[in-house]
């Protein structure tokens, strides 16, 4: 297979930057709907370019499989529901949404992690905040959904101290931990973060192995995973009753993990502390980078209780595994239940479920800190979801850069003094590729680099 040479990627930023970045975002009304980024900065556009109400009743969580160009939607259908569904979308070179498979899962569905082996079977693993379930699905390349092959109901041996919300189990976020081998799931309701087994050829049986045991009351929500410069394994993630944020060094032991606590910090910062569960965290994300944690605050978390906004934190991550508060950033609108940060990490889509917008916000990758709003729009119910769709950068190059026609159009709108220069010449040079191992490629790997670079 040829490659095409980062030149001809760096050529490419000057189309697909004019065409868009796609977006997909999950409202509670049922739509699921694809917004067109395009420009950058302050010239940049949002808008809507197709939606579908496909994946309703009540869509909440997405995962995008971008090498095959699906898009999974779960619906977590109405609180007095037994059954929810999880839908696949096939994903077109503009964002259109077409919808491939439908098949009932239980309700309220608020999270989806993929997990399988390479050469194995693929999963979606699936947590329902209020059924206190999880759920595995078998998906395929093409889309297709086969399940629930298991649908379990964690219990647990005595309620936790914040009845209203710990009377029962409460999962909210499933993923692998790095290696892969691991289901980690947050539960919210049980003050423990649950570790689980899988079966790499069949996926289920999923089997519980060992689990972190926080203090009381801390209510894990979201989480996520570093593998620091000195080869130590941290976990990362929000109490979202305690309002703080959690570091823990993980060991794997025969029989699973261990855990050691590290470090905890304010939501919102030491001296920033609001009343217990007046400000719960949402969200939380590690930069492209690995050099910052972003948490997202709700309700009551500006520093001033009738502010604008709620509130986005960022963390420098040390060394041994502890945080420093870099920044309180208003997140533009009122309760920020989700965020996604593009690959770069340049750019924040959050969406807000009590403003019904979503909003970009542009990074510095130095400081971390957010220091400009890009664009927003405001759409017709709660934002839950919203997740970026990069791929197309590279599709929309090859379409321009193998066809003639499309080639001699982008050169002209290229700047004079750009295609007179030794990059442009070496882009004419070759783009060989085929369409099919342009497409087959895993943007994740080996090519994400010389993106990031280009962009």
Not at 238 to 265: D, H, R
Not at 287 to 294: A, M, S
Not at 355 to 368: A, E, P, Y
Request: aromatic share 8%; proline share 4%; hydrophobic share 35%.
């Amino acid at each position: 297979m040829t490659s095409l040479p980062k030149a001809l990627l760096k050529a490419a930023l000057f189309a697909t930057t004019a065409s868009a970045t796609n977006l997909f975002v999950a409202c509670t009304n049922g739509n699921l709907t694809t917004l067109s980024l395009t420009g950058t900065g302050n010239t940049s556009n949002l808008a809507i370019s197709s939606w579908t109400n496909e994946c309703a009743s009540n869509p909440a969580a997405l995962n995008l499989d971008s090498q095959n160009r699906i898009l999974y939607c779960m619906d977590r259908a109405s609180s007095s529901s037994v059954n929810g569904s999880m839908n696949s979308f096939d994903v077109d070179t503009n964002g259109n949404l077409t919808r491939l498979a439908r098949i009932p899962v239980p309700a309220s569905g608020v999270w989806a992690g993929f997990f399988g082996a390479e050469g194995g079977n693929k999963g979606l693993a699936t947590v329902h905040y209020n059924r206190s379930a999880y759920s595995i699905i078998s998906i395929s390349d093409d889309g297709q959904l086969n399940g629930p092959v298991q649908s379990t109901f964690p219990t647990l041996s005595a309620p936790g101290p914040i009845t209203l919300r710990q009377d029962r189990s409460y999962l909210h976020q499933v993923q692998t931990d790095p290696t892969g081998k691991y289901l980690i799931m947050n539960d919210l309701g049980g003050d423990m973060v649950r570790v689980f087994t899988y079966d790499t050829e069949t996926l289920a049986p999923v089997t519980e192995v060992s689990q972190l045991l926080t203090e009381a009351g801390v209510g894990p929500r979201h989480g996520r995973f570093l593998t620091a410069a000195s080869g130590k394994l941290y976990y990362f993630f929000v109490g979202e009753l305690s309002q703080k944020v959690y570091s823990y060094e993980i060991a794997y032991t025969e029989g699973g993990m261990s855990w050691t606590k590290v470090f905890e910090i304010p939501a919102l910062g030491v001296g920033n502390e609001r009343a217990p569960q007046t400000a719960p965290t949402s969200g939380i994300e590690l930069t492209p980078d690995n050099k910052f944690l972003i948490v997202s605050n709700r309700d009551v978390s500006f520093l001033a209780k009738d502010g604008p906004t709620d509130t986005l934190s960022t963390f420098s991550i040390n060394a041994d595994g502890t945080l420093e508060l870099v920044q309180l950033a208003p997140s533009g609108g009122w309760s920020p239940r989700q965020f996604s940060l593009n690959k770069k990490g340049d750019l924040l889509a959050v969406g807000h479920q009590n403003n019904f917008t979503v909003i970009i916000w542009q990074r510095d990758l130095v400081s971390g800190k957010i220091v400009g709003e890009g664009k927003s729009i405001t759409l017709s119910t709660a934002v839950v979801a919203t997740i970026w769709d990069e791929t197309r950068l590279i599709q929309s190059a090859y379409e321009i850069l193998s066809n003639p026609q499309k080639r001699r159009a982008y050169d002209a709108t290229l700047p004079s003094d750009f295609r007179k220069s030794s990059t442009f010449a070496a882009t004419c040079d070759d783009a060989s590729d085929s369409e099919e191992e342009y497409s087959n490629r895993d943007l994740n790997k080996e090519h994400d680099e010389d993106l990031q670079h280009a962009l």
